[in-house]
Structures are given as structure tokens and as C-alpha cells.
């Protein structure tokens, strides 16, 4: 699985955008990829993502699957790296932890940044602190 990540996330960032999440489904016959770039998504971008990487997968790796989607993470992405939480400074965001933090497991606030390894979310005007590897889940969570 690494090795299909990695390989995917390379033909992603060598077309100019970011693999913003990868899923794996129906025992690895599906496919499910959601790309990003600062300016936003286009079913062009998705289009011309899905020929390179159908390409790329059937040449570089023999790799069996039914199908390939590719689409942009949406209004409520997902955020899975350090550099999501830094990108997405100042956005309100719902964090759901493994273990509980001073008996919440669930938390929506807004991103104030990463230290140390930490990710440090406003919650309702309190600074909290949570491990980066404590963390189950985070969306982005847009307020309409």
C-alpha cells in the first residue's frame, strides 16, 4: 500500500497538485483519490489526473483495480498531514482524537497552527493543544 501511495503521490505532485487523500476500497478494486492546488479543482484537472495516473498504473505497476476516481477533496476536506493544518491556519476545522483529552474526544474550533508536534486549535476561546498523533480524524468544517 505504501508503495502504491507513494507512487500515486508523485504522479500528482509531477502534474502540479497536491493528493490531498488517497482510500482504497471494495478489497482494492476501487481507487479513490481527491486532488487540490491553491487556486482550486476543475474537472479538467481531475480529467487530465485520472489518463496520466491510468497510464502510470498500468505501465510502472501491475497493479489490479476496477476503477479509478479522482475528484477534488470538496469544501470539507480531509486533513491529514502537518502541512494541512499550516495551510489551513485561521479555517474552522472538527478534530476527532483516539484518546480523549480532558474527557472530549471531539473538538471544532479554529486552526491556530502546528508546534512541536502539536496542533493548536481555538475552541470556543480556549488554546488547546493536541498531539498530531492523537488525531483520528480532522475536516475542514466551512460555515455557510
Not at 500500500?1 to 482510500?23: C, N, P, R, W
Not at 502541512?83 to 491556519?89: E, G, I, M, T, W
Not at 484518546?99 to 488554546?127: A, C, H, T, W
Request: aromatic letters at 6%; a negative charge; charged letters at 30%.
Amino acid at each position: 500500500m505504501a508503495d502504491l501511495y507513494g507512487l500515486i503521490e508523485k504522479t500528482v505532485t509531477q502534474l502540479g497538485y497536491e493528493l490531498a487523500d488517497l482510500e482504497v476500497s471494495n478489497r482494492g478494486k476501487l481507487l479513490r483519490l481527491f486532488i487540490d492546488k491553491p487556486e482550486g479543482i476543475t474537472i479538467d484537472d481531475c480529467v487530465l489526473v485520472s489518463n496520466q495516473l491510468g497510464n502510470v498504473l498500468a505501465v510502472e505497476n501491475d497493479i489490479d483495480y476496477d476503477r479509478l476516481e479522482v475528484s477534488s477533496p470538496g469544501l470539507d476536506r480531509a486533513l491529514k498531514k502537518e502541512a494541512d493544518f499550516v495551510r489551513f491556519v485561521e479555517s474552522k476545522a472538527s478534530v476527532k482524537v483516539r484518546m480523549p483529552i480532558d474527557g472530549r474526544k471531539n473538538f471544532i474550533g479554529v486552526l491556530k497552527g502546528v508546534d512541536d508536534g502539536d496542533l493548536v486549535i481555538d475552541v470556543e476561546g480556549v488554546l488547546i493543544k493536541i498531539d498530531l498523533n492523537n488525531i483520528d480524524k480532522a475536516r475542514l468544517a466551512p460555515e455557510f
